[in-house]
């Protein structure tokens, strides 16, 4: 991405170039170059979104008929993810070789949405003692926004996305200012299929932009629900605005996860776990390593296993497919990295890596005092802390205020397991490092600052709904003498 693309925002049918300036200049990450200011949607168009979101209401046809519309953008999605995967890398750095895998889930989000409403998630049925049924309905919400990070934003937008439109809702996009352009070449997609299908214009919307955008857009009160996935005092703010309107907020917001290695795991298990966890998406996710926790006096054999498997990882341009692990996205993120790691104390084991751009070893501390590993850096950086006792263990990976994901590495199975369900985390993975969850249908809570309310296959779609209960009492009354 040597130069900035034009964004377009997609308001009630219609495509427009956007013209208001951001703030901020964008990077190509790979070369550090600036290509341009960001440029997002102007006052007026977030407010004619909002205003044909609100005047649809909700999405009226079955269920079915929603499914079988679900399909047909899955169809037209999956013929543009290798666009979109490509986008995202340049956009964010992250290499081409971990944008495509993640890009199965472009097409996927769509195609699962709809088969969660073939099985009558939103449609059930009690009997009562006297034979009389009670139907129960999942209904929309209402005009819904979703709004998505910059390091994996079109994977995240799909599944938004599906599950508010598959729930009925009228749906705003809005990704974040420094990636706008794989999940503007989803929309694209969406939008297309809708079209074809005769769905009403205003149905999905995209809105570019940054924190002006996003506060408009989650601040007004026709908009009925809102998920948000990003950093911790953004989710604050929209928290903050969605309970003034007393309206349903999903937060996936950060972590500072713990990896524990037990007394009797393999040293180069425990290795190539911790390299994993520091060098996805270059190690700017959520669900990233943040303390290292290991067995006392084996913290330098161990960090030093792990810097050897990094030193072997290959840099470089993220759209070469050899690539392993590339630059930060933006020179101004990699500068807070770097601050936040200077600031841990300690001694600093860096990886004997060097990259193009806005490139930055990942790197492990050790000898900080737990009290200033509380944090989340949000980049390839964690801290090592020893433990002498499997409870001290347990106490340093329950030592922050945070809660996404927790890892366990052990030989013995069932004692690793009986470690990983004393840790407070909304998914613990014993001897496993993947960006993926454990099952496809279990869900994805988080745990304290990690967010609130649950992600998932079928609870990101219940996300979007509200259960209506209808049935005839048969005129009981509480004090009826006969």
């Known amino acids: 991405m040597n130069e900035r693309r034009q964004v377009n925002d997609l308001v009630n049918g219609g495509w427009a170039a956007c013209a208001t300036p951001v703030g901020i200049d964008l990077e190509d990450p790979a070369t550090g170059t600036v290509t341009g200011p960001a440029l997002g949607s102007s006052a007026e168009r977030v407010s004619s979104a909002i205003a044909a979101a609100d005047e649809l209401g909700s999405w009226s046809i079955p269920a079915g008929a929603r499914a079988e519309i679900l399909d047909s953008v899955a169809a037209s999605v999956a013929e543009a993810v290798p666009e979109i995967v490509a986008l995202e890398t340049a956009a964010t750095g992250v290499p081409i070789r971990q944008t495509t895998p993640l890009g199965m889930i472009l097409a996927g989000a769509f195609t699962l949405a709809a088969a969660q409403l073939r099985t009558g998630l939103l449609t059930s049925r009690a009997t009562r003692e006297d034979g009389r049924e009670v139907l129960v309905e999942r209904l929309p919400w209402g005009p819904a926004a979703c709004l998505v990070p910059w390091n994996a934003p079109a994977p995240m937008a799909a599944h938004k996305v599906a599950n508010a439109l598959a729930a009925g809702c009228p749906t705003i996009l809005k990704p974040s200012e420094y990636a706008p352009y794989g999940t503007e070449r989803l929309a694209v997609a969406i939008d297309t299929a809708l079209r074809a299908a005769g769905a009403p214009p205003a149905l999905f919307q995209l809105l570019h932009g940054g924190a002006a955008v996003g506060a408009h857009l989650v601040g007004d009160a026709r908009i009925r629900a809102v998920s948000f996935t990003g950093g911790l005092a953004a989710g604050r703010a929209v928290a903050s605005a969605c309970a003034y309107d007393i309206k349903p907020v999903q937060l996936e917001l950060g972590g500072n996860n713990p990896l524990i290695v037990l007394p009797d795991a393999d040293e180069e298990v425990a290795a190539r776990a911790a390299a994993d966890l520091l060098t996805t998406l270059n190690g700017q996710w959520c669900r990233a390593l943040g303390r290292l926790i290991?067995?006392?006096?084996?913290?330098?054999?161990?960090?030093?296993?792990?810097?050897?498997?990094?030193?072997?990882?290959?840099?470089?341009?993220?759209a070469d497919p050899a690539t392993d692990y590339g630059p930060l996205i933006h020179s101004g993120h990699r500068a807070t990295v770097e601050k936040a790691r200077d600031e841990l104390g300690g001694e600093l084991h860096s990886a004997a890596l060097t990259g193009p751009g806005n490139f930055l070893a990942p790197a492990l501390v050790t000898g900080a005092d737990p009290a200033r590993t509380t944090d989340e850096i949000f980049g390839p950086v964690a801290a090592v802390h020893g433990y002498r006792s499997v409870d001290e263990a347990v106490?340093?990976?329950?030592?922050?205020?945070?809660?996404?994901e927790g890892y366990v590495v052990g030989t013995d199975e069932r004692a690793a397991l009986a470690v990983a369900g004393r840790v407070r985390a909304g998914e613990v993975k014993v001897n496993g490092s993947s960006v993926m969850s454990l099952h496809l249908f279990t869900p994805r809570p988080a745990w304290g600052l990690s967010g609130y309310s649950e992600e998932g296959t079928a609870e990101t779609l219940l996300f979007f709904t509200n259960p209506r209960v209808i049935g005839v009492e048969n005129g009981f009354a509480l004090h009826n003498p006969s």
């Open 294 to 318: 290991v067995p006392a006096g084996r913290e330098r054999a161990i960090v030093g296993a792990i810097l050897d498997r990094l030193a072997a990882l290959r840099t470089g341009d993220p």
């Open 395 to 404: 106490a340093l990976a329950n030592g922050t205020r945070y809660g996404l």
